[in-house]
């Protein structure tokens, strides 16, 4: 019986404790979800700050070396050229930043939650994209969408937007044309002293979502195991505190057959030792009545 009682108690803490630890869980994978998404937005902030410079370094380095000049460096006489869909341009110092931007860019994508970091300048215009988006022109529009968009300009809504920002780190929700649904942060572009455009990084909202799920795993895995313990902890807790109970019923049962001869000793000052005393009453009144009739 006693048992069942502690398997009751132990399924009553264990559900309360269930709800506390599941609570707690929420809030925890709530906290690491928010913590993430700082943290990576962060990150891309920055690397898009450090890389504006580096692009406007390398531009009016240009400039002081007379590789270009400053108005070749801002030209926006975009020179369409072949057929594609959409269009492509050149423009005066794209075969520059063709040499000079691509290995900067491309180092940037190791960052696996980076899908895209480029130069582009206030009309949106990508004079050279990362090597994985100038693939070989296959004349199919739907694989060359994703493989080859360095030389179009990007204007669109989102990208017009982050062309001329002027704020370090502007974050905007980006829908590309390729389907894919990111951030977009991108940072001023600044040469001799004049905004020439912006840097922008693409981040990967389907990476960090797996970076949460990964956590929130993680956290599932270590609630279960906290829990599958404390459960444990607590029915062997409960059935060593009840049994000193069910040795008091096993006497009792043994003085309802009639032996009243073995003392009920109470060794402790809780509850289950007021019970002790009450039964060795019980034993000793049933003993002397016991005695007389005998006597009689």
Known sequence: MFKKISIKVAVKVNLVLLIIVGFGTIVLAREQFLRLDAQYKSQAKFE????????????????????????????????????????????????????????????????????????????????????????????????????????????????????????????????????????????????????????????????????????????LISMAVIIAVTSLLIHYTIHSSLQPLTQLTEKASRMADGEVNVPILAHTKDEIGELAQVLERIRISMKTAMERLTKM
């Open 48 to 219: 898009s700050m450090v890389a504006a410079k580096a692009v406007g370094k390398l531009f009016e380095e240009a400039v002081n070396n007379n590789a270009m000049t400053t108005a070749d460096a801002f030209d926006t006489n975009y020179q369409q050229y072949g057929s594609f869909e959409p269009a492509k341009y050149h423009t005066k110092y794209d075969s520059y930043a063709d040499k000079a931007l691509l290995g900067l860019q491309d180092e940037m994508l190791k960052n696996p939650s980076v899908v895209f970091a480029v130069t582009v300048d206030k009309n949106g215009y990508l004079p050279t994209h990362n090597s994985k988006y100038q693939q070989a022109i296959t004349g199919d529009k739907v694989k060359d969408k994703v493989g080859n968009r360095t030389k179009r300009i990007f204007n669109d809504e989102t990208g017009l937007a982050a062309a001329q920002n002027t704020q370090p780190g502007f974050i905007q929700v980006y829908k590309r044309d390729t389907g894919e649904t990111m951030w977009d942060v991108s940072s001023p572009i600044m040469v001799k002293d004049k905004q020439w455009g912006n840097f922008r990084i693409g981040l990967s909202i389907a990476a960090l979502n797996k970076a949460k799920t990964t956590v929130l795993i993680h956290l």
